[in-house]
């Protein structure tokens, strides 16, 4: 078990090697100059060479890509002899825009998905996976075609239109909850959850529908197995039956698609979610780094996002070792 | 208050077997119809008796045995007819009260232990969990009954192999493990659906030889389905032929494998290979396709199947229904064809003479 989560994490690194690449390349091949943006509307072409520079423009693609990796295990120095501003290892790099280290600001941005992803995650998988059983249990009649249609609802509307038609009803028309805005939990937790429930709220309705329609396929191929025929024929209780010998099998597709939402989640994949809101995530700070080419900032956010999808990928695999004993051995 | 109606209606006898099956039908609405899975079967059963159910795929055997276990109830199947086991009526028993007789009094042996089995939780534990069903036990003391099950049921080092998982048992040992759990209550009454199908030859033979011995044992009935009429000789002492889920024909193994008197019946003999026959010979095999059970064939529904339709005059076969008539001379032995008593032994004389 240990070696092969060894085994599976190096192979994430690698992954995650290529993407920095890959990026990074892509990044070159846009027709932009940050320089040029970083310059601002006086600029003196000394002054772009100079900040060219500065920001290590001037060097080859290689070079640089060689410094960028250099930086993420012994750190790196930026500036010239004047003013140097030491990055610590993992060094992300330096904004282009506002010289802070990108590995701070994606420190500083990360509660924000994180309270956003994890309080969504656990309410869509819950109810989505409730429903789901549930329309699966009663296939054909009225419960079920209430949750499916429900879902599909749920998923048809889009989250600009979700989200303001919540903030219009909720903050607006009848002021019950405040704006939604990101207060850290550890200052006032229950200002973190009013400032989130519609955030989560839009996000749940989003997800729903994929998970109720999910588990609820999933079960239904798995009640017509033999094996709940055993479990029935052994005299069990129905509720044994479907949730013991039922959900414990039918989960494990849902378990693979949970991880990769969560891990894209975090990772920043609800920008739409927080621009409709106003919050300031990684999803945002990663949108607002390709409008103004800011090289380091894309690279970080990217990378950080692959890391969690990566990592939620071994984590899954990992589950499934605990749910379903055959894999285990393999 | 409303008048209380006796569940017992005053033309039913009280029955003298142990189980008997009366008018038994499960129909299935879809909606290109009614499938007749099971369309009017009765037998009876006694004690530390066997039946075998024969029949080809789509003949209603699995149905009807699901149907003993209360397995239809709360699916769209609709269930009609007779099941009394031990005084009890179990097609008009309620869920909850067929649940606590499934497993324990009536248990199963499906076919294909690998899919019957859940492939998540341990022998040990699936066992374990039958027992405690019906049993208030420590989870402890279900182990080690569970343990001793496997035993029983011939499994080396069963403490150790009752942590394992199904997948990491063999063919054979997977339906002895599946037998070891549908014996952990002693049931009264075991069914065994295909219980060797998907079996070698010589695990078959070992298989037999365990249900045979623990139904010694404990003095249990037993219902063994099978198309393998090899399994019935071997095991069973009654025998019932369906076809499109009728019967048409029910009787002692002996007089229904040494005189059948459905064309039927003889195409199932005859489809069999014979040990001592001669090898260069073709097998006979039922012409045609068992019937749809939305539209059973009028009169006899193996009659567009059957060889000897000719002999009976009028086409009664496509427009009469035969009736399960008793055969003279036998105890119990019923069978539903138009031919004459006189056709048949010519029929069969003519066959017993091909064969030599």
Redo the contacts between chains.
Sequence with gaps: MLRYLIRRLLAAAVILLVISMITFFIFFALPSNPALLACGKTCSPSRLLEIKHSLGLDQSITTQYWEFFKGLFVGRDYGDASLIVHCHAPCLGISFQTDTPVLDTLLQDFPVDLSLALGAAVVFLILGVGLGVLAAVRKGRAADKIAVGAALVGVSLQIYFVGLLLMYVFVDKFSILPTPNYTPITQDPVAWFQGLILPWATLVILFLALYTRLSRSSMLEVLG???I??????????RTVIIK?GL??AITPIVTIFGMDLGSLIGGSAVITESVFGINGIGKLAVDSVTNSDLPVILGTTLFAATFIVLANVVVDMVYGI????VRLA | MAIEISPQSVDVAPPSSFLEVRDLRVHFPTDDGIVKSVDGVSFALQKGQTLGIVGESGSGKSVTS?AL?G?HK?SRARVSGEVWLDGDELVSMSEQDM??????KV??I?Q?PL??????F?IGAQIA??YR??HKVSKAEARDRAVEMLKRVGIPQPERRVKD?P?QFSGGMRQRAMIA?SLVCNPELLIADEPTTALDVTVQAQILDLIRDLQEEFGSAVIIITHDLGVVAEIADDILVMYGGRRIEYGSVRDVLKTPEHPYAWGLLQSMPHLGGDVTERLNPIQGSPPSLINLPTGCAFHPRCAFKDQVPDDRCSTERPELLPVPGTDKHIAACHLTAENKIEIRSAADRLAK
């Excluded at chain 1, 025929?229 to 129905?238: E, I």
């Excluded at chain 2, 899919?115 to 998540?120: E, G, K, R, T, V």
């Design positions: 197995e033999d094996y025929r055993t479990a029935r024929a052994k005299g069990l209780p129905a010998h414990r099998a749910i379903d004993p055959r | 699901a276990l397995l709360g649940r606590s007789l499934r497993g324990n248990s199963m499906f294909d899919s019957a089995l859940h492939p998540f341990t969990e039958a069903v019906h998982y997948h759990m």
